[in-house]
């Protein structure tokens, strides 16, 4: 097992990955900027080495600088969290070759993953595992068969940029005549966030719900999966609230998509926990859309109604453990929902909300948790993502107890001296179509467009 | 100078403070001056009896304790997280001691990251007073590595 573990970022999966160390018996160190100096992940640290300045280019993607720091405390194993540098395999590499543990699978996987059309090669190649239509390798507007490969997938198409993740570089193509700009377009969004400007075609499904498996392999090739979870509602192709199990499955469906799951990563070779994450149609059909080789932000949830500790099971599969169960121990105990707090003002459009927070009161009380990083006093810097915490409730009475403990925990839950999402939330958590569980990627805009109010003047 | 450097010398200014305030009182002074090396202390008191040391220090004015005399010195801090060397190679003497007179662009030492040097540069004239780390120490990103006395600043200072 480890002796000491640097972690590589920041935030709320800074601190959820210290209190997995110090449970185990781990020593922890954490990396900041200069702006991060009264961050809680640092106070909370054994050990703390500022890296540089405010940019995350000059800091926790500074990736000599994180080794360096990694060398001077004698940590041998790095936690990259999400984010960051934890699906760099640049980074995985020269860990390798300095010799500490990167915590995640082998650089290779991560490779293999990070390109969607690869990926989607592999899973195919494997077998067992559906998948959407799609070009099977990357398009050039000019080519001459562009047009009859799109009307074989069939519109409405999606281009996506093969390098991509985050919602970024994609567009959706309704008809032929905006097939070429559209590409165009994808490209240059493609080349501006990822360096890399392929793109390639895949049917787009209407309304979907994005329906995820988290997964956990050893390195002896076992395999295990965890109940589905369903993180439908987004915005702006940002998660917003997350829960498991999927309101819409059954056990059926369940079997079914863990089976899929368990091939895709079986397909990967993949060691420690990832996520394959599927589109749904809400009936019956689901499509493997790709797979994330990290720890994920909405992780809670499946460990909730698991019982099972995500973070340490990464760690100890990491140092060469063995699983030591199959997917028949793993049980479902309940319902959780998870609702992700970001410094946004829904009422100008989610504008930014950086600044003191002066005062907070953190919910509580039977099966609420709170996974964060702030405190009162704290200042939100403008220089990383706005995401502040989240709130996660669990009940092991059904969806609907979960859903009115969210409710109950998020009027609890308040935050002075900055905006935050907490008031939107609790809109979205009272919503009959969130009640009812009805709902797809599109709920966020057809419900609360306009002015986050919950009218929609359409 | 740390963070846990720099409350030292406020406290310690603080007690300096306290004890001339008692001798003031003690010997029916009303100003005072007094100075040890760079550091120096003067306040002026009026004719109400000084009580608490901590009341005598409200009557010396704020001003005093949170901007103390200290030396108009200049911070030249790391520019990377790793290890300082004070020389840009093995077995070579040191590129600056203290006392040295440094120019704008003059290289002061090395900070190794994964083996790569990145120098540190001053970016003033003026005389080294202090070296705040050891060959082969590690060091974070900003930490304060020398304290250089600014030149105007080093020609008008009387040499105690």
């Known amino acids: 097992m480890f002796k000491k573990i640097l972690i590589a970022n920041r935030g709320e999966i800074a601190i959820r990955i210290i209190r997995a160390c110090r449970e185990i018996g781990i ?16 106070k909370l640290a054994d050990q703390s080495v500022c890296i540089g300045p405010a940019p995350a280019a000059e800091s926790y993607l500074n990736i000599p600088a994180i080794i360096s720091a990694a060398e001077i405390t004698g940590a041998d194993a790095i936690h990259p969290g999400y984010g960051f540098l934890s699906e760099n395999t640049h980074f995985a590499d020269v860990c390798q070759s300095v010799g500490i543990k990167f915590i995640g699978p082998n650089p290779e996987s991560i490779k293999m993953m990070g390109d969607k059309i690869e990926a989607r090669k592999l899973v195919a190649k494997y077998g067992g595992i559906p998948l959407l239509p799609s070009s099977e390798g990357t398009v050039d507007p000019e080519d001459p068969h562009l047009l009859k490969l799109a009307k074989k997938i069939g519109y ?15 567009r959706v193509v309704y008809e032929e005549a905006n097939l070429k700009n559209s590409i165009f377009a994808a490209q240059t969004e493609a080349k501006a966030s990822f360096k890399e400007s392929g793109v390639y075609l895949e049917k787009f499904l209407e309304n979907p719900r994005h329906v995820e498996v988290q997964i956990a392999g050893d390195a002896f090739g076992n395999v295990v999966s965890f109940p589905e979870r369903d993180c439908t509602i987004q915005r702006r192709h940002q998660k917003l609230v997350e829960e498991s199990p999927s309101p819409l499955f059954n056990d059926k469906l369940r079997k079914k998509i863990g089976k899929a799951a368990r091939r895709t990563a079986r397909a990967a070779k993949y060691v420690t926990v990832g996520t394959v994450e599927f589109l749904f149609d809400g009936k019956k059909q689901f499509y493997f859309l790709e797979m ?7 992780h809670p949830v499946t460990e909730i109604v698991t019982g099972i500790d995500l973070v340490k099971e990464q760690i100890r599969l990491a140092a060469g453990e063995k699983l030591g169960y199959s997917k028949d121990d793993v049980k479902l105990l309940g319902h959780s929902i998870e609702c992700r707090i970001n410094a946004e003002d829904p009422d100008r459009d989610f504008a930014p909300s950086p600044g003191k927070i002066t005062s907070v009161v953190f919910p509580g009380g039977p099966g609420v948790r709170v ?8 200042t939100v810097p403008t220089h990383y993502d706005s995401l502040l915490g989240k709130v996660i409730v669990g009940s092991s009475r059904g969806r609907e107890a979960a859903v009115l403990r969210m409710s109950r925990a998020l009027r609890e839950f308040e935050i002075e001296g900055i905006k935050t999402t907490i008031p939107f939330l609790r809109k979205v958590m009272v919503h009959p179509a969130f009640k009812k569980g009805e709902y797809s990627t599109n709920f966020i805009e057809k419900y609360f467009s306009n002015n986050g109010n919950g009218n929609s003047r359409k | 100078m740390t963070e846990g450097d720099r409350r030292k010398m406020e406290a310690e200014i603080k007690e300096k403070l306290s004890e001339l305030l008692e001798f003031a009182k003690r010997n029916g002074l009303y100003e005072v001056v007094w100075q040890d090396g760079e550091l120096k202390i003067a306040f002026r008191r009026d004719g109400k009896s000084l009580g608490s040391p901590a009341s005598a220090s409200e009557l010396a004015g704020e001003e005093n304790l949170k901007a103390p005399a200290l030396p108009k010195e200049v911070l030249i801090r790391s520019p990377m997280v790793g290890i300082f060397r004070r020389s840009n190679a093995k077995n070579r003497p040191p590129l600056v001691v203290t006392g040295d007179h440094v120019k704008p662009g003059d290289r002061l030492g090395v900070v190794e990251c994964m083996k790569i040097p990145t120098e540190v540069v001053s970016f003033c004239a003026g005389q080294i007073m202090n070296i705040f780390a050891e060959e082969g120490q590690p060091v974070e990103y900003d930490q304060p590595l020398f304290a250089v006395i600014p030149a105007e600043e080093a020609n008008t200072e009387s040499k105690t």
């Open chain 1, 156 to 170: 409405p198409i999606m281009v996506k940029a093969r390098a991509g993740g985050g919602g970024k570089g994609m």
């Open chain 1, 27 to 42: 020593e922890t160190v954490a990396v900041h900027s200069d702006v991060d100096r009264e961050s809680l992940h640092v």
């Open chain 1, 371 to 378: 996974d964060t990083h702030i405190y009162g006093g704290y």
């Open chain 1, 292 to 298: 994330n080789t990290r720890i994920q932000v909405e």
